[in-house]
């Protein structure tokens, strides 16, 4: 089961420069084969599938936690979306002056007409994501093999996003998945590495460019986050840390394992889009919930979500 947190993995900066286009352009590292809903089903149906799981535990146990990362990963992708399209239509509820008549020049025009100015599963072609992206074979080193590729392939998506799209909140984003796919990069070397004695990273990094060329990754680093595997669970998936030992190979610190999850940030507030309905229901005041809110006791929850 999942336990689900009402928080984001990480701060992400309101953008400068709103942009539909480069809104479309990340759209590849949600939706894309190498995107982070990729990532996230890959790991999440080997996890499930996962035979032979007691003999075979740690592995099991980093497929897993990786796994739970990565429903991290496309909220965090999503969110960098959702606020770089705020902002790229006029808000007001008047549709005679044409407020969306910009989003006919959009790259893709679903974030408009599919959705309220806001991320889909698509890559940056506005193709749907397909459970074809998902390899799980049940043999365990060619899912691992699998995996270190995938994490390669969506490492090289990242970097070209990254030059795409100058924007802070899209390069914010851009920068810490660069650092948690490259945990994840030598995470799946090592397991590799512990099952068959070869020594993967050797490979590493792929592409050849290291994240410390990119700003915004070196602030993540300094914190240690590409050294700390999290188990994304209050009580399983220690034994990752039976292969996520030892010292980086970049800059020698400590790899750890810490049992949950890293403490989030509270969620950037997505202002209402009149223009396109989004949400609608004008009419509703939440003080409708009064009187069973006293009765359930969570008055102070009430208070906490209305808006002032
Ligand atoms: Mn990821």
């Known amino acids: 089961m999942i336990l689900r947190l009402d928080e984001l993995a990480l701060d992400l900066p309101k953008p400068k420069n709103p942009s539909a286009n480069d809104a479309a352009a990340v759209q590849e590292l949600l939706g894309g084969k190498f995107g982070e809903m990729s990532t996230l089903m890959n790991y999440t149906f080997q996890s499930f599938n996962f035979r032979g799981r007691d003999r075979l535990r740690p592995f099991y146990s980093l497929t897993a936690a990786i796994a739970a990362e990565e429903y991290s990963h496309i909220e965090a992708v999503s969110y960098a979306i959702n606020l770089l399209l705020t902002g790229t239509s006029k808000r ?48 365990l080193r060619l899912d691992l093999l699998h995996n270190f590729f995938l994490e390669c392939g969506a490492r090289a998506n990242k970097m070209r996003v990254y030059q795409m799209v100058t ?61 700390e595997l999290y188990t994304f669970s209050p009580n399983a998936y220690k034994e990752a840390g039976f292969i996520w030992n030892g010292q980086h190979p970049e800059d020698g610190s ?17 202002e209402e889009e009149p223009q396109l309905n989004s949400p609608g229901e004008d009419d509703f005041d939440p003080e409708m919930f009064a009187d069973i809110a006293k009765k359930l006791g969570l008055e102070k929850d009430l208070r906490a979500y209305r808006p002032k």
């Not at 005679?96 to 072609?125: E, K």
Request: proline share 9%; net charge positive.
């Open 92 to 139: 007001g509820t008047d549709p005679v002056p044409g407020p969306l008549a910009g989003a006919a020049d959009a790259r893709n025009t679903h974030h408009f007409i599919a959705s309220g100015q806001a991320a889909l599963p698509q890559d940056s072609l506005g193709r749907p994501w397909t459970g074809d992206n998902v390899f799980s074979s049940g043999n």
């Open 167 to 227: 924007d802070p909140c899209a390069r914010t984003m851009v920068g810490y998945l660069l650092v948690r796919g490259g945990l994840h990069v030598y995470a799946y070397a090592l397991a590799l590495e512990k099952l068959t004695g070869v020594d993967v990273k050797k490979i590493m990094p792929v592409p050849n460019l290291s994240n410390k060329m990119f700003p915004e990754a070196r602030e993540f680093m300094k914190h240690g986050l590409h050294r």
């Open 254 to 270: 400590e790899l750890v394992v810490i049992e949950g999850a890293k403490k989030g940030v509270p969620y950037p507030v997505l």
